[in-house]
């Protein structure tokens, strides 16, 4: 479904129906226009792009009003996944891929440079810490994990078919996107007030 309305949104169409029935039979469309089984490794990872992305909504709901600077990141950050998942929707070698945005140092460099603000605030880390805390913060370590099985997922599909599409880009991207999220965890629960769970070894 998500790489059917890439390329209808592609093609003008301003009224998406959400039901057409081309998939009833165990087939969807890349975004390049190729049918292939709903199993095939790239609509896997187009629809672990999704369902990060869903996560990183989530994320954005339970994040207080009053941090509207990491509201507007958030949702950056949603706009960006769209690049990854168009990257992903499109076969090799199609002619298509020069026509998808992709993302680059500057979107990298943009995470790196929130990753320094939140270190500056925040106390070192001595050792490992639980996930969770205030709600947001474990939504940031959920939306952390997904992150990190696109990565690999992506990963793999780079070793298969080669890095067309602007894969590179976007595995730097999700890999800064993970410690970003994982910093990100810890920075909201500072700012609830939420005390960090150390990990005991017993």
Known sequence: MVEEVFGRCRKGERTI??????????????????RVDKSHRRIE?????????????MLVSSVAEEAGEIIRELRDIQSRLFYVGAGLAAAPGSPLLSSIGKLGEKD????EESMDRMERELPSQSGFI???????AAVAHLARTVCRRVERRVWAL????GEEGGLREALIYLNRL????FLLARYLNRMMGVPEIPWVNR
């Open 130 to 136: 639980l996930p969770g805390g205030h709600p947001s």
């Open 45 to 57: 990872a187009c629809g672990q792009v999704d369902e990060l992305n869903a996560c990183m909504g």
């Open 17 to 34: 129906k959400i039901y057409t029935g081309t998939g009833d039979s165990g087939k969807t469309s890349l975004f390049s226009g190729e």
């Open 178 to 181: 993970s410690d970003y999220l």
């Open 108 to 111: 990298i460099r943009t995470l």
């Open 158 to 161: 780079i070793k298969e078919e």
